[in-house]
C-alpha cells in the first residue's frame, strides 16, 4: 500500500485494531456501515489509528473500543495522533455498547469529521462522542477542525480544549437509554488563546423527547481566551428547561467576547426569552 492509495474493504466483521500511517490513505468499505462492522472489544488498542496525514476512514460501523486486559474500555474507537493533517472521518456508524471512553479523540492539528451517526447503549457523564485535544499537537496556530452532518444521540457529543471549531449541521438527540445529558457541546478552553468557534444550523432535541441538559456550555480557565463565539441558525426549541446556550465562563468568570445569538430559533418569535446568558 502506498501514499494516496484507496484499499476497499468487502462486507463482514472484523476483529481487529488498525494503525494507518501511510500519507494519504483511504481506508473505505464496499457496501456501507450497514454490512460492515469492525469490533474492538478482543483488542488492547484503538480500533483505528491515525498517524499520517490526509487519510481517509469511511463507511464501517466501529462497534466496543479497545479494552484492556482487565476487560475494562480504556481506548478509543478512532484516535488521531498529534501533528496530523487533513484527516476526515465520514459515513460511520458508531456504537461502542460500553459508553465508557470517547469514541473519537483527536490530538491532530486539521481534519473533518462529517456524517457519522453516534449512539450509545449505556450513558455515561464521562462518555464523550468526539473529543478535541490540543495539549500534544505542538501547532496550535493551526488548530481547525469541522464537525458536520452528524447524529449524536449520546450523552456527551462534543468537547473541545482550544481548537478552532465549526460545528454545524449537526442533530444532538437524547438517547433512549442511560444516565441524564450533560452538555451536548462543552467548549472547554484550557489550553490555548485566541480561539474561535461557530456553532451554527444544528437541531438540538426531537419532537416529544427535549433535551434535559445545556445544549452548549462554554466555560474557560480565563473569560478572555474566547476570539470569536459564533452561535447562528440553530433550532433551540426542544433544548427544554435548561439553558440553550451557558456563557458564564465556569470559575474564572464570564466569558468576555460577545456572542451574538439572535439569529437562532427558540420556539418562540420573541427570542430566548433568557435562555441565554
Given amino acids: 500500500v502506498g501514499p494516496a492509495d484507496t484499499v476497499t474493504v468487502f462486507e463482514g466483521t472484523y476483529d481487529e485494531s488498525v ?5 494519504g490513505l483511504t481506508l473505505e468499505s464496499v457496501d456501507g456501515a450497514d454490512e460492515t462492522l469492525v469490533d474492538g472489544s478482543s483488542e488492547s ?3 483505528f489509528t491515525i498517524e499520517a496525514d490526509d487519510v481517509t476512514i469511511d463507511g464501517f460501523e466501529i462497534r466496543n473500543s479497545g479494552n484492556d486486559e482487565a476487560g475494562s474500555p480504556s481506548e478509543e474507537a478512532i484516535h488521531v495522533e498529534a ?11 458508531f456504537d461502542p455498547d460500553n459508553g465508557e471512553d470517547d469514541v473519537i ?15 450509545s447503549e449505556v450513558g455515561n457523564a464521562e462518555y464523550r462522542a468526539i473529543e478535541f485535544r490540543s495539549g500534544n499537537s505542538g501547532d496550535f496556530d493551526q488548530l481547525d477542525h469541522t464537525v458536520a452532518d452528524n447524529t449524536f444521540e449520546v450523552v456527551q457529543a462534543v468537547q473541545s480544549f482550544g481548537h ?3 460545528i454545524e449541521d449537526n442533530e444532538f438527540l437524547t438517547p433512549e437509554d442511560g444516565d441524564e445529558v450533560r452538555q451536548l457541546v462543552l467548549i472547554d478552553d484550557l489550553a490555548t488563546d485566541d480561539v ?7 437541531q438540538f432535541g426531537e419532537e ?6 445545556t445544549a452548549i456550555d462554554f466555560v474557560a480557565d480565563s473569560g478572555d481566551k474566547f476570539d470569536t463565539l459564533i452561535v447562528d441558525g440553530n433550532n433551540f426549541e ?25 439569529e437562532n430559533w427558540w420556539g418562540d418569535d420573541s427570542g430566548p426569552s433568557g435562555d441565554v446568558e
Avoid: H, K
Wanted: hydrophobic share 35%; proline share 1%.
Fill in 19 to 23: 494503525t494507518i500511517d501511510v500519507e
Fill in 45 to 47: 488498542d484503538a480500533v
Fill in 83 to 93: 501533528s496530523v493533517f487533513d484527516y476526515t472521518i465520514q459515513n460511520n456508524v
Fill in 105 to 119: 479523540l483527536v490530538n491532530g492539528v486539521t481534519g473533518e469529521i462529517t456524517d457519522n451517526t453516534f449512539t
Fill in 164 to 166: 478552532d471549531l465549526t
Fill in 196 to 202: 474561535n468557534y461557530t456553532v451554527r444550523d444544528n
Fill in 208 to 213: 416529544g423527547d427535549e433535551l434535559d441538559a
Fill in 238 to 262: 426542544l433544548a427544554g428547561e435548561n439553558d440553550a446556550v451557558d456563557a458564564d465562563g465556569g470559575d474564572e468568570g464570564p466569558v468576555e467576547v460577545e456572542i451574538d445569538a439572535t
